[in-house]
């Protein structure tokens, strides 16, 4: 993105100069739904962030302009401050996390805006709050971790704007290295990274454009599953407390106790824990056609048995799998958003074109195409 828009607003609106700051939105690899299961994700930050200009003001007072909203808003640190543009909550909670944690923080001058894409499962969210956490972070030079900056921007979705999610999504922003995914485990959040270098072969993302409504309900019905079977599993071995700590033979012992259907939702988490270590493996002897056979086992478990996909996001693996494409499968919660998807150089255009139009002659809706590199995480630009 060229950020000489942001710049030119800044000094037009503050007649100053700031100093520059990103942090980028992120894929996940595999590892779906294996998050709140004490599992591994296998995200990597991506070449499409959020941008920020901002300078200290000397006031109590916060003046911020929102160059792809168009939107300017002034608001205070104190507790009674949150203001009530949604996207302002983000940055109001950055503050206020960082204040309760022992941060001086006064006010500041800032114009923000960024190229990733909303609604298509990128983490746009994780990126603003990294972005301005980072950007806090040195511009007042509180002495925060990357590890505490991600968890001030979980704690900002929380408390600020009523989103229970994981840390995923902030730890990437925050901790992405070029050339590289992170492999996190969810329960210790220890992480490591993995090289990332497929030549010849590119990612690409394509959104279906819908989100059917009853994905947030679908979510935590499956969470509530896996809870199930954990319950089950612990009136046998009392130290399972998630069911990344479960293995087959527990798991096989209680296919009596728990529903057909909550067994088959544990099966699939077992697998795909699997399934993501093993594509650590193939990442590591630069067998990236093994890394595409999991992607496609895990959009048929999440067709199949978790039940987390819907006719779009099938037809586009469908596309993918007859055109060639080394692999695909659906990213994220489910029930619409996308596929990420590993394809050859030489098959991209035809995938592409095909993919186009057979999706909208099919759906009569245009399905958008992100194709992404892994970046860099948060950090100063100028």
Same mark, same amino acid.
């Given at each position: 993105?060229?950020?000489?828009?942001?710049?030119?607003?800044?000094?037009?609106?503050?007649?100053?100069?700031?100093?520059? +700051?990103?942090?980028?939105?992120?894929?996940?690899?595999?590892?779906?739904?294996?998050?709140?299961?004490?599992?591994?994700?296998?995200?990597?930050?991506?070449?499409?962030?959020?941008?920020?200009?901002?300078? #200290?003001?000397?006031?109590?007072?916060?003046?911020?302009?929102?160059?792809?909203?168009?939107?300017?808003?002034?608001?205070?640190?104190?507790?009674?401050?949150?203001?009530?543009?949604?996207?302002?909550?983000?940055?109001?909670?950055?503050?206020?996390?960082?204040?309760?944690?022992?941060?001086?923080?006064?006010?500041?001058?800032?114009?923000?805006?960024?190229?990733?894409?909303?609604?298509?499962?990128?983490?746009?969210?994780?990126?603003?709050? #990294?972005?301005?956490?980072?950007?806090?972070?040195?511009?007042?030079? =509180?002495?925060?971790?990357?590890?505490?900056?991600?968890?001030?921007?979980?704690?900002?979705?929380?408390?600020?704007?009523?989103?229970?999610?994981?840390?995923?999504?902030?730890?990437?922003?925050?901790?992405?290295?070029?050339?590289?995914?992170?492999?996190?485990?969810?329960?210790?959040?220890?992480?490591?990274?993995?090289?990332?270098?497929?030549?010849? +072969?590119?990612?690409?993302?394509?959104?279906?454009?819908?989100?059917? *409504? =009853?994905?947030?309900?679908?979510?935590?019905?499956?969470?509530?599953?896996?809870? &199930?079977?954990?319950?089950?599993?612990?009136?046998?071995?009392?130290?399972?407390? =998630?069911?990344?700590?479960?293995?087959?033979?527990?798991?096989?012992?209680?296919? &009596?106790?728990?529903?057909?259907?909550?067994?088959?939702?544990?099966?699939?988490?077992?697998?795909?824990?699997?399934?993501?270590?093993?594509?650590?493996?193939?990442?590591?002897? &630069?067998?990236?056609?093994?890394?595409?056979?999991?992607? +496609?086992?895990?959009?048929?478990?999440?067709?199949?048995?978790? *039940?987390?996909?819907?006719?779009?996001?099938?037809?586009?693996?469908?596309?993918?799998?007859? #055109?060639?494409?080394?692999?695909?499968?659906?990213?994220?919660?489910?029930?619409?958003?996308?596929?990420?998807?590993?394809?050859?150089?030489? =098959? +991209?255009?035809?995938?592409?074109?095909?993919?186009?139009?057979?999706?909208?002659?099919?759906?009569?809706?245009?399905?958008?195409?992100?194709?992404?590199?892994?970046?860099?995480?948060?950090?100063?630009?100028?």
């Amino acid at each position: 993105m060229d950020t000489k828009f942001i710049q030119e607003k800044f000094k037009s609106l503050f007649k100053t100069e700031g100093n520059l +700051y990103t942090s980028p939105g992120r894929i996940n690899l595999i590892g779906e739904h294996t998050d709140y299961n004490g599992g591994f994700v296998l995200p990597g930050s991506i070449d499409k962030a959020m941008y920020c200009e901002i300078k #200290s003001n000397g006031t109590s007072t916060i003046r911020a302009y929102a160059l792809d909203l168009e939107e300017y808003v002034e608001f205070g640190l104190g507790e009674n401050d949150l203001p009530t543009q949604s996207w302002a909550k983000y940055l109001y909670g950055v503050c206020r996390e960082m204040i309760k944690r022992g941060a001086a923080i006064v006010g500041f001058d800032t114009v923000f805006a960024g190229d990733v894409p909303l609604g298509a499962g990128m983490s746009s969210s994780a990126a603003l709050e #990294s972005c301005f956490g980072y950007a806090l972070n040195d511009i007042y030079q =509180l002495g925060f971790d990357r590890f505490e900056l991600a968890k001030i921007g979980q704690a900002t979705e929380h408390n600020y704007v009523g989103v229970k999610c994981g840390i995923m999504d902030q730890f990437a922003s925050c901790f992405g290295k070029e050339g590289s995914l992170i492999r996190l485990d969810c329960r210790s959040l220890e992480y490591q990274y993995v090289l990332f270098h497929p030549e010849g +072969y590119r990612l690409v993302l394509i959104n279906t454009c819908v989100a059917h *409504e =009853l994905a947030s309900s679908a979510y935590n019905k499956r969470r509530q599953s896996c809870e &199930n079977v954990v319950a089950a599993i612990q009136r046998r071995h009392p130290s399972v407390k =998630l069911l990344r700590d479960a293995d087959w033979c527990m798991l096989k012992e209680v296919a &009596n106790e728990v529903t057909p259907e909550d067994y088959i939702r544990a099966e699939f988490v077992l697998e795909e824990i699997q399934r993501l270590l093993d594509v650590c493996v193939a990442m590591e002897n &630069n067998d990236y056609e093994t890394v595409g056979k999991k992607m +496609y086992e895990t959009h048929i478990g999440l067709s199949r048995k978790y *039940e987390v996909s819907c006719e779009e996001l099938d037809f586009l693996n469908d596309i993918a799998r007859t #055109s060639g494409v080394t692999g695909s499968r659906v990213m994220g919660g489910g029930f619409g958003g996308c596929t990420i998807n590993l394809i050859k150089n030489e =098959l +991209y255009d035809g995938f592409i074109k095909r993919a186009l139009e057979s999706y909208e002659q099919k759906f009569k809706i245009k399905p958008q195409v992100y194709d992404v590199v892994i970046k860099a995480g948060a950090r100063k630009l100028l």
